[in-house]
C-alpha cells in the first residue's frame, strides 16, 4: 500500500506511519510538509497513491474547502483523509463537502484511527460524532436500502444479535443518541442502554463509534 503522508509535524507523520504499518506489512510512505510538497509528490509518482492523509492546515493549506478540494481532485478516485487539531463542526462540513472521505481529529485513539482507515480503505467514509457519526455512500436506490433493512431484521446480519438490537444498532449507526432511540422505539432510557450495552458485548467493541464501524463495514459488503 502506498500513502503520500502530508503534514508539517514530523512527530505527527511518525506517529501516523506508526498506525498505518498495522495495516499493511507492504506499506511505502511518500511524506510531504506543505501544499508545493504534495503537488511534487503527485507528479513524481506517477502511479499515483492508494490512500492521501494531510493535515488541515500547513503551509500552503489554508484549511478550507477549496483548498483540500484541490487536492481531492488531483488524486480521485484515491481516497483523502483529513488528520487535523481543528474540531470546529463548520471546517468538518466544508472539508466533508469538498469530497474527503474521512475526516478524523487528532484527539482521536490511535486504534481508532487504524479501524477508521481500514473502512476508508474498504469504500466506506467517516464522520466524526459531533456530525452524527459514521456515513457511508448513500444509496441511490429505495430498493437497496430497504435490502439491507431486510437482511437485518431477518438475523442475516449480525445474527448474534437480537431483532430489538439489531434495530438500536441501525439507529446508532445514523447518529441518534439513546433518548432519540427510545422515542423512535417507544423504549424507556434504561432499555436502550441496556439493548446498547448487549450490543458492544457482542460486537466485541468498547464504545458506540467503534460499533458503528462494524456496523458500516458490514452492511457495505
Known sequence: ?????????????????????????????????????????????????????????????????????????????????????????????????????????KTTDDGLIATILKLVLSGGSYVPPVLGGLTMERHSHEAEEQGIKGRLLTKEIFPGLTRRQREVLALLAEGLSNQEIGERLDLNLSTVKSHVTAILRALDVENRTQAVLKFQSVVGK
Open 1 to 105: 500500500m502506498k500513502v503520500l503522508l502530508a503534514d508539517d509535524h514530523s512527530i505527527v507523520r511518525t506517529a501516523l506511519k506508526y498506525v498505518l504499518s498495522e495495516l499493511t506489512p507492504d506499506l511505502v510512505v511518500v511524506e510531504a510538509r506543505n501544499n508545493s510538497d504534495i503537488f511534487a509528490a503527485l507528479d513524481s509518482n506517477s502511479d499515483g497513491f492508494d490512500l492521501v492523509m494531510l493535515d488541515l492546515r500547513m503551509p500552503g493549506m489554508d484549511g478550507s474547502g477549496q483548498a483540500i478540494g484541490r487536492v481531492v481532485e488531483r488524486v480521485a478516485p484515491t481516497p483523502v483523509c483529513v488528520f487535523t487539531v481543528s474540531e470546529d463542526p463548520d471546517e468538518m462540513r466544508a472539508v466533508l463537502a469538498a469530497g474527503v472521505r474521512a475526516y478524523i481529529p
